[in-house]
Structure formats: structure tokens, C-alpha cells
């Protein structure tokens, strides 16, 4: 048996730093930009913001950006073993945890992801990815016995193994354990934009592991401009730039995270309904909404419903959403759903 595994973030969205921008668009920087940055959830933040000559105290932001930072780590850090999450993770079936206001809105939200697309988005999924091999406990990539899939799927199944209420939550399941990988750094970025708003700032870009959050409009004056990766996995090429202005974005593909067997492609994305990676052609998904949260949760729910679905959900809830998807003939070809298309006509 020959494996061949190829591995990168989840997120691959190129950032738009002003200089970036203006390498984008071709404009000059007209003002000199604050710019912060610094260790996170096991990546990195970054932060642009134009402060349109207010006296910022930068030293004073940062501590307040990683204070906020470190709150949400250690509510929802499933590698911090004091956190919020890891004390629920830690429970037993029945018992009924009572969370902290936090949590419980970012649960509430991953719920109703969930509902709406057909069960495709799962913070419950973490036995599947384990038993796959790209979970971070595993020594690597594998194709797991039926047998096996199917007892990581007794564990999995958002609405079946939690029970969600204004009170708390009850596992209903043994076993049970709750990841937020594909949620929580959405979450985090929307708490530094509230604390850049905190400052009096209004013009701003906020990025964590590839989510992010843009405010007002960059230094040229124009919208933020965020490049979309190319999904080649031996490549780092763009493929489109949109504009974002007082929204979040989030990319998610599975172009880059994946591994070989016989020549048989498995790719880190599993579909929470079948236990296996996703089989279709939709390769790269980025979502537009209100906050990084949502685009953060909407960008892999769409990645494992796939265009031909996925297009449907969107429209009918007024998601914005750009599809790519490989073509034999073409090589890849992008889709827009109708809501992205109103914000990026040219895309």
C-alpha cells in the first residue's frame, strides 16, 4: 500500500495588508497604517487599521487585543486543558453543564449552522477526523474499517449526542467531545474588532489563521481587498480578489490537506453524514457574512455539501458563497451564489 499525504492550514486566504492592497489594486498607500500582530490558537493574528491621524495607544491596544484573545482561549481551547471546553469535553453523558454566556452564543450559532445545513457542519465530527488520521492525537493518514468508522459515528452527530437549552448542555452520548476548530477562530476575530472599535477605530482588517473580519475601507480609501488562493496544492497563486467592507470572509479547501492510498485521493474534509471524505468536486468555498463566526462555520459546511447543494442552501438563506470546483476540461471553474454575486459583481 502506497501513501502519499499532503497537509497545510484549513484556511487559505491570502491576507490584504495595506501594502498588499496597493499592490493589488495598483493605488499608493495614502496614509501609514497601524499595524499589530502576535501569537494565537496555535497560529497568528494580524491587524491592519488607518487611525485617520487619532492618537492610539498601540501598547495599550495590544494588551487589550491579546487580554480578548486569551479569553477565548481560555474558554474554547481544546488544547488547553483548564478551559471551558475542555471541562465540558470532560463531563459525563447526562450531566447538565451550565456555560458561560460566550460559549453558549458560539454553541448556539454552531447549532443553528448545523440544522440548516443538513447536518454538513459538526462540532462533533472530531472521532471521524481521528479515525481518518488528521486529527492531532494520530501518528498519520489512514483508511479506517467500517467498523471503525461507524463506532467514530456513534460519537458524532451534533443534534443527536448534545443537548442544547438556555440552561446548558448535556452530552447524550458517551464520549462525546466537542471540537471548535472550524468555529472559534471565526469567534476570535470578532472579539479584536470589537476591541478595535473599543479604541475608536473604524477602518481596520483583523486576521487569524486565515479568518477574518475587514471594517470601513483601507488606506487607498477602497474596500478592503482580500485574494482567494488558487486551489493547487502545489501552488500559492491567486485566483480572484474580492472586496470586504464591515463583513467577516472565511476560505475553506481541501486541496492542501490530504493524503494518498493506491493512488485513491482522501481528503482531510468528512462529510459527518457518511463517516468518509467528501467525493465530490467542489475544491475551495469562501463565504461572505455579518461576522467571521458565520463565514468561519458557512465556509466548511459548504465545503462538504458541495456546489450542487450547497448553491441551493445559499440562495435560499441568502448566503453569500463562491464555489470553486475542479473540471477535467476547464481546470477549475468558480460559482457564485446570488448574494455573493450582489457584493462582487465582477466575480
Known amino acids: 500500500m502506497s501513501v502519499t499525504q499532503r497537509f497545510s492550514r484549513r484556511s487559505f486566504l491570502i491576507l490584504s495588508t495595506v501594502s498588499a492592497t496597493a499592490l493589488v489594486s495598483g493605488k499608493a498607500e495614502a496614509k501609514e497604517p497601524l499595524r499589530l500582530s502576535g501569537p494565537t490558537m496555535g497560529t497568528t493574528y494580524n491587524i491592519v487599521a488607518v487611525p485617520h491621524g487619532q492618537d492610539i495607544d498601540k501598547d495599550a491596544l495590544q494588551s487589550a487585543i491579546d487580554a480578548a484573545l486569551a479569553k477565548v482561549n481560555a474558554q474554547m481551547s481544546n488544547w488547553d ?11 459525563p453523558q447526562g450531566e447538565l453543564v451550565v456555560l458561560s454566556p460566550e460559549l453558549s452564543e458560539l454553541l448556539h450559532s454552531a447549532m443553528q449552522v448545523h440544522e440548516v445545513s443538513e447536518g454538513r457542519f459538526d462540532i462533533t465530527v472530531g472521532p471521524l477526523i481521528d479515525a481518518w488520521g488528521f486529527g492531532s492525537k494520530d501518528a498519520g493518514p489512514r483508511v479506517p474499517s467500517d467498523s471503525e468508522i461507524e463506532q467514530a459515528m456513534a460519537r458524532s452527530g451534533q443534534s443527536r449526542v448534545l443537548d442544547l437549552s438556555d440552561d446548558g448542555l448535556r452530552k447524550t452520548a458517551d464520549g462525546v467531545e466537542i471540537y471548535l476548530s472550524a468555529i472559534g477562530k471565526g469567534y476570535g476575530v470578532d472579539r479584536v474588532a470589537d476591541v478595535m472599535r473599543d479604541f475608536g477605530l473604524k477602518d481596520f482588517m483583523v486576521e487569524i489563521g486565515g479568518e477574518i473580519y475587514a471594517s470601513g475601507r483601507n488606506a487607498g480609501g477602497t474596500p478592503w481587498q482580500i485574494g482567494i488562493e488558487s486551489p493547487l496544492a502545489g501552488d500559492r497563486a491567486l485566483h480572484s480578489v474580492v472586496d470586504v467592507s464591515g463583513m467577516g470572509m472565511a476560505t475553506s479547501g481541501d486541496y492542501r490537506n490530504f493524503f494518498e492510498v493506491d493512488g485513491k485521493r482522501y481528503s482531510h474534509i468528512i462529510d459527518p453524514a457518511t463517516g468518509r471524505p467528501i467525493l465530490h ?67
Open 81 to 91: 486543558e483548564t478551559s471551558e471546553i475542555s471541562r465540558l469535553n470532560a463531563a
Open 281 to 347: 468536486q467542489t475544491v475551495s468555498t469562501t463565504v461572505l457574512a455579518d461576522d467571521a463566526m458565520t463565514a468561519d462555520a458557512w465556509a466548511t459546511a459548504m465545503l462538504v455539501l458541495g456546489r450542487e447543494r450547497g448553491v441551493q442552501i445559499a440562495d435560499e438563506q441568502g448566503l453569500a458563497v463562491l464555489f470553486i470546483d475542479r473540471d477535467p476540461d476547464q481546470g477549475f471553474v468558480a460559482t457564485a451564489s446570488r448574494r455573493f454575486g450582489e457584493l462582487q459583481p465582477d466575480q
